[in-house]
């Protein structure tokens, strides 16, 4: 028998750092975790953000921003982007961590983290507080350190941050339970 | 130094189980990990699917859907959802799994799965090979054995499937890292 808990935002999600240049040029990072991957082909993610964010009109005016994927190792400043706003502090000046220009987009990434996404704003879409905006992947970039033998992305490797949303807990991920489009080949085959 | 992957959808995404009921009022499930939060107020999840989906014209029909949130005793059953068609198939008598009819929305939920989102449909945003679908969540209902002592969802102990896009293996959550929106405060206060 299961319990309501009334209409509210619950889950396991991604904990992603998005990145813009403000009007004078200034690189801005902001902590969300309401996002996702959305769209396979072309490849896309999609961020949610208040309007109120300074990051918003950056994200607008430039058509283009970065998601950098935090490790544990960077959980302190991933938390401090998502505490304070661009708009009156230089975050990346606090944190001590290093903006890199994007070669491909009109937006800045953190070169301590261990994986970068950058997109050109595809879509804008007002859902209510939150805006969503779909941006296009042009690259994924990523440390050699969190790539397997084959060179791709080993997710355990990089050991990023999930929020439990609910708790409100960063959590970091276990073990390997099985491999997708694999696991469930036989099932009710059997019976 | 970074490599540069390709434009490609990576990270550590949810792995959802998406009800649905067709024109005949049968109940289908589909897994999808193109998915998350997107809104706080209305409170708001997004799922992407492709058009060729049996489930896809089953939500633009009856404009509802639910997601539950298996665990990782389910990690057969889910995978195996995303690897058939309803069209064909009976997925609930295959995998034994049961429907329940949401009392809220035109849908059904997996009985067995510990957390369930009961969602109207708000917005479908065509986006390219997959259509972002919007819900407005009604109501989550979870197992009394998954919720903290105040009540409230323990995600840790809901156990969920996170998709490492990449490697496409399903992973489990390990420990807590940290409380989000306090283990950033002191940065840039002790330099």
Redesign the interface.
């Known amino acids: ?14 904990v ?1 750092v998005v990145g813009s240049y403000d009007h004078a040029g200034k690189p801005n990072v902001m902590t969300v ?14 961020i ?1 953000l208040r309007k109120a964010t300074y990051t918003y009109g950056s994200i607008v005016a430039r058509k283009a921003f970065t998601v950098s ?1 935090p490790s ?1 190792a960077h ?9 304070v706003s661009g708009k009156t502090v230089d975050k990346f000046a ?3 961590l290093t903006p890199v220009k994007s070669d491909l987009v009109d937006a800045p990434y953190v070169a301590e983290f261990p ?3 950058e997109c050109k704003l ?2 804008s ?1 007002d ?4 805006t ?1 905006f ?1 941006g ?9 350190d969190v ?2 033998a084959d ?6 490797k ?1 050991n ?29 085959k059997s ?1």
């Open positions: 028998m299961k319990k309501s808990l009334g209409a509210k935002t619950l889950g396991a999600v991604p992603w975790a309401w996002a996702g991957i959305c769209c396979s082909k072309p490849p896309c993610i999609t949610s994927v544990e959980v302190k400043e991933a938390d401090y982007f998502g505490l606090v944190s001590g994986l970068v996404i595809l879509h879409f859902i209510g507080l939150h969503m779909v296009e992947i042009m690259d994924v970039k990523a440390e050699q790539l397997g060179g791709s992305l080993d997710v355990q990089m990023p941050i999930i929020l439990g949303a609910g708790s409100m807990q960063y959590l970091k991920l276990g073990g390997v339970i099985g491999q997708a489009f694999e696991v469930g080949r036989g099932e009710g019976g």
